[in-house]
């Protein structure tokens, strides 16, 4: 046999050199893709919790039935010792503005580092006792004689 003949059959350095750097490139490229989809893992996971955690903050206010206005915090230390360090909630009970007997509740979860990620949740309530007709009949009045010139 010919000895050129058996070199043509191999690769050469500069061949392999080449191949490994194009195979490294694509492999960084895929190392990048898998660091953005467990960054988009996480924050789906916090978003998830922040918002379990508000429906959480929510039911507490709706067995209270009318909630006192006003605003509370606090942290979630209580319920769930040692579970959710990084996320604070607040809620803020409001009067509604236009009915007397209900209410609008807003809980405010911060979560994340320095907590600069929020999920705000808001909920109206109605009073359980119903109203008086005298008082919601006074106020109709009243408001009508305010609107006329």
């Not at 694509?26 to 978003?47: D, E, F, K, N, P």
């Not at 609008?104 to 979560?111: D, M, P, S």
């Not at 919601?136 to 010139?149: E, V």
């Amino acid at each position: 046999m010919n000895p050129l003949r058996l070199r043509a059959r191999g690769f050469t350095l500069l061949e392999v050199m080449v191949a490994i750097a194009i195979l490294g490139i694509a492999l960084l490229g895929l190392l990048g893709l898998q660091h953005q989809s467990m960054q988009s893992v996480i924050r789906a996971q916090q978003s998830t919790r922040a918002s379990m955690l508000a429906q959480a903050v929510m039911t507490e206010a709706e067995l209270e039935r009318w909630p006192d206005l006003g605003l509370t915090s606090g942290d979630f230390e209580s319920s769930f010792p040692g579970e959710f360090r990084d996320f604070r909630w607040e809620r803020a009970v409001a009067k509604s503005g236009t009915f007397p007997d209900v209410r609008e509740v807003k809980v405010l979860i911060r979560y994340g580092p320095a907590l600069k990620q929020n999920f705000l949740l808001v909920e109206f309530l109605h009073s359980p006792i119903p109203p008086d007709p005298t008082v919601l009949q006074g106020a109709a009045t009243s408001q009508l004689q305010g609107a006329r010139p």
